[in-house]
């Protein structure tokens, strides 16, 4: 299973950027998405997660200005960032875990990230 991640720039802080994340294969169920963002310097750090049964968690940081979602029909995840500040400046990266179809047989589990997109908030 591939991920797609795309939606980063450039913004001024207070604006908003939606982000998304499109995977493809032969996807059975995405059990989990989360969106995880990383700065110069700063380890990878979780931003937003979403399970299957819609349970929802987030970073502190984010609370109240992000919001993420799935499009189950679409296999697309998005996170939607609002208010954005300086300090969200990051390489932003989608994971999904779940299980694909391998055979007739055969429903392994994956565990897919995106190649990152920048994102970059101006004072």
């Known amino acids: 299973v591939q991920l797609q991640a795309s939606g980063g720039g450039l913004v001024q802080a207070g604006g908003?950027?939606?982000?998304s994340c499109v995977a493809s294969g032969r996807i059975f169920r995405i059990n989990k998405v989360g969106w995880y963002r990383q700065s110069?310097?700063?380890e990878r750090e979780l931003v937003a997660a979403t399970t299957y049964g819609g349970s929802t968690n987030y970073a502190d940081s984010v609370k109240g200005r992000f919001t993420i979602s799935v499009d189950n029909a679409k296999n697309t995840a998005y996170l939607q960032m609002n208010s954005l500040k300086p300090e969200?400046?990051?390489v932003y990266y989608c994971n999904a875990r779940g299980l694909y179809v391998r055979d007739s047989d055969h429903i392994p589990g994956f565990d897919s990230w995106g190649q990152g997109t920048l994102v970059t908030v101006s004072s």
């Not at 908003?16 to 982000?19: A, I």
């Open 16 to 19: 908003s950027l939606r982000l």
């Open 40 to 42: 110069p310097g700063k």
């Open 88 to 90: 969200d400046t990051a």
